[in-house]
């Protein structure tokens, strides 16, 4: 089946550790978003990519990390410079503007802890 | 970053009620989604608006792109306990260059049965 699969659902990480969110896509999509999700805050841009080997910041992007490496695949590292890690993290992807597709279809989210 | 006004912030209603939501921008917009988002999961795309004035349904939904092309409305009729969740409007600015998504804050909608 077509979709973008994050991974794991649930993460749990150590104060002063890096932890990579996993993020691929099947669709064809030119380009793929991580966004960040706190109660009331609705979603916030950390990074995007329009095509592969460039990714641009978003509104959040302290302390993440990104690359770009192939079409399907976009992960997110979260470094120990971010000051407040835990959160949702959700990932999407969209045909692609050039294309003419603005829709963007997101994965199912990672939940990571800071312990 | 650019955010849109999206109201309510929440909503109580009657299983059977109709519900209505919108969102607005200082901005003018090229296209308006609206997105639903269950606990512990990822949004999913309910409708997509392109031309203002456009009016789209789904099933019980309706979505309208406002001919200002700076606001959009949701509605749903005769709600169901199943359409509890968070709606968000998301919308694509009309700026020169590839931009991405700005998303509402999200309507959270309880139905009490």
């Known amino acids: 089946d077509g979709g973008i699969t994050q991974s794991p659902k649930y993460l749990f990480r150590k104060e002063g550790q890096n932890v990579t969110l996993s993020c691929e896509q099947n669709?064809?999509?030119?380009?793929m978003y991580w966004y960040r999700q706190d109660p009331g805050q609705g979603l916030r841009l950390i990074y995007y990519?329009?095509?592969?080997?460039?990714?641009q910041k978003g509104d959040i992007a302290e302390g993440y990390s990104v690359s770009r490496e192939k079409k399907e695949s976009f992960p997110l590292t979260v470094t120990s410079a971010q000051k407040n890690p835990t959160a949702f993290y959700l990932c999407?992807?969209?045909?692609?503007?050039?294309?003419?597709?603005?829709?963007?279809?997101f994965g199912q989210g990672t939940r990571l802890t800071v312990v | 970053g650019q955010q849109l006004n999206q109201s309510p912030q929440s909503m109580f209603i009657q299983e059977g009620e109709d519900v209505s939501m919108n969102c607005t921008s200082s901005?003018?917009?090229?296209?308006w989604l609206w997105y639903k988002q269950e606990p512990g999961e990822g949004p999913v795309l309910l409708i997509a608006?392109?031309?203002?004035?456009e009016l789209t349904s789904n099933g019980r939904l309706t979505a309208q792109f406002g001919i200002t092309r700076k606001d959009s409305f949701l509605n749903i009729s005769a709600s169901i306990p199943s359409d509890v969740g968070i709606y968000f409007c998301?919308?694509?600015?009309?700026?020169?260059?590839?931009?991405?998504?700005?998303f509402g804050k999200g309507t959270r909608l309880s139905v009490i049965a």
């Open positions: 999407a992807s969209s045909i692609g503007q050039g294309r003419g597709g603005t829709e963007a279809f």
């Open positions: 669709l064809n999509h030119d380009a």
């Open positions: 990519s329009q095509i592969v080997n460039d990714f």
């Open positions: 901005s003018i917009f090229n296209t």
């Open positions: 608006l392109y031309k203002a004035g």
């Open positions: 998301a919308g694509q600015p009309k700026k020169a260059g590839n931009t991405p998504l700005v």
